[in-house]
């Protein structure tokens, strides 16, 4: 498989499930994908096949490796709780320092009834369309007033 550092070699990605209370192994699996956003939903598929299926609001904790919108939505479908810190969140919990930037992305809240996000400068930001790339659907949101914002960065 391609590794990180975009190299072919022979790896493998081991993927095991875990019962947080008893410790007990629920599902595995071997692939040769490269990352993990696309194991989370077998994952949970392989350990409702072994233990029945998980109960609304079940617990799941996964490492930012899992961290896409697909997952998130699908376990939001499937009724179960997520915790999957993004990247930023991840190196943070490993005490890694990052830069203080008030205007990074997790600061921006989302307005599911308006389909909008605001800013932390409390301005709102407006679908504009979407596009594709790399394969993922991308949406576009524009603010009236970035352009004047007191607090931007160039």
Do not use: W
Not at 63 to 68: A, E, K, L
Not at 86 to 102: I, R, S
Not at 107 to 134: A, H, Q, S, T
């Amino acid at each position: 498989m391609e590794n990180k550092k975009k190299r072919n070699e022979l790896s493998y990605n081991p993927q095991i499930t875990v019962d947080h209370d008893s410790g007990i192994i629920v599902a595995n699996d071997v692939t040769q994908d490269c990352t993990d956003h696309n194991q989370l939903q077998p994952q949970i598929e392989m350990t409702e096949e072994n233990v029945d299926k998980l109960p609304e609001g079940t617990k799941i904790g996964v490492d930012n490796g899992y961290f896409t919108g697909s997952n998130l939505r699908y376990l939001e479908k499937m009724g179960l709780n997520g915790y999957i810190p993004d990247a930023n969140l991840a190196k943070e919990m490993k005490g890694k320092k990052q830069k203080n930037n008030p205007y990074s992305k997790n600061k921006f809240e989302y307005d599911e009834k308006r389909d909008c996000f605001i800013c932390p400068n409390e301005e709102v930001l407006i679908k504009k369309g979407e596009y594709e790339y790399n394969g993922k659907i991308q949406y576009k949101y524009y603010g009236a007033n970035c352009g004047e914002c007191p607090f931007r960065v160039d």
